[in-house]
């Protein structure tokens, strides 16, 4: 027997008279206010366990898991695609069509590779800030706070939420 032997008998003791006798306390019990107070208790976290209990579960397996980071950069990656997939119609491209001007061969070229190679850049930035994102959800979620290093970015950028 340790030393909380008597509180936890005591606790067992209620939870069991709670189980058998739900909301039922004699008025003139001595101990009425405690037990309805306990009751009530009781209650309150009954109702927690079978409302919110299942939906605190939830969002910790996912803040666990790697799901919706996943689906997170699916999605960038088909962003970024969609975007770069659409005609160059920048202002310099549509004023030289006017004219009849065309790129030769090297400049066509060489247009290709910068348009690649934004594309490959715009890729790794939109993944690295998803994965940043995701991590600082996942700390928020298990410490339940706002994170340090985005509240930073934050202020330092002049954004807000």
């Not at 009781?42 to 803040?63: C, G, H, I, V």
């Not at 999605?75 to 005609?87: E, I, K, L, M, Q």
Request: hydrophobic share 30%.
């Amino acid at each position: 027997m340790g030393p909380f032997s008597s509180t936890m008998r005591g606790i067992d003791d209620a939870i069991t008279f709670h189980r058998n006798n739900p909301g039922q306390v004699n008025p003139n019990d001595k101990e009425f206010a405690s037990k309805t107070y306990a009751n009530l208790v009781y209650s309150q976290w009954e109702d927690y366990l079978a409302r919110f209990n299942p939906y605190e579960k939830r969002t910790m397996d996912l803040a666990e898991s790697k799901e919706l980071l996943n689906q997170q950069l699916s999605r960038v990656t088909t962003n970024v695609n969609n975007s770069f997939s659409t005609p160059d119609m920048n202002a310099g491209a549509l004023q030289q069509r006017r004219y009849g001007v065309t790129d030769n061969a090297e400049q066509s070229t060489a247009s290709g590779n910068k348009r690649d190679m934004n594309q490959a850049l715009s890729m790794a930035h939109g993944k690295n800030n998803t994965r940043v994102a995701n991590q600082d959800m996942r700390m928020g979620l298990v410490t339940g706070s706002d994170s340090t290093r985005q509240t930073a970015i934050r202020q330092t950028q002049g954004g807000g939420y």
